[in-house]
């Protein structure tokens, strides 16, 4: 996805340039180092689906500034819940009606009083994390294959 996306407004714009800046001009940029080398048949084993964000409130008791989204994934595993760490680069209405890519079979993770019931994916960048999405409008609960 890039940051010159047509659906961004130009607040959201505006902060996500001003991010780059700042970690441009102040050498944080990192790359982490490639992990051991896995098998298919443990990625095969991880369910990764298409979802569309339906609700989205600030995670206030969070220890890092994040979001509890509410993500439909279609009528086969229906609604779930995350937590995800996207306010550098994500305003809060800006992930309304954004289809993600989300691992939907790790199990619940307790985080504080919330639970978690899959995984939103996403890239770490110098300006904070960005979700993988699909480029085009899919069903939800369109397996990655």
Not at 5 to 26: D, N, Q, R, V, Y
Not at 126 to 138: E, T, W, Y
């Amino acid at each position: 996805m890039s940051i010159f996306c047509k659906t961004h407004s130009h607040a959201s714009l505006w902060h996500i340039l001003t991010k780059l800046f700042c970690h441009f001009f102040s050498g944080k940029v990192y790359i982490a180092p490639m992990k051991p080398i896995t098998t298919w048949d443990s990625f095969a084993a991880l369910d990764i689906r298409v979802g569309t964000i339906i609700h989205v409130q600030p995670f206030t008791e969070a220890r890092k500034a994040a979001y509890k989204l509410r993500i439909d994934f279609g009528s086969e595993i229906g609604m779930l819940r995350s937590s995800a760490q996207l306010k550098d680069n994500y305003f809060l209405n800006d992930l309304l009606g954004k289809q993600v890519l989300a691992v939907v079979n790790l199990g619940s993770k307790q985080m504080g009083h919330f639970i978690s019931q899959c995984l939103v994916l996403g890239v770490y960048a110098a300006h904070g994390v960005v979700l993988v999405a699909p480029c085009q409008p899919v069903e939800n609960g369109c397996p990655l294959g």
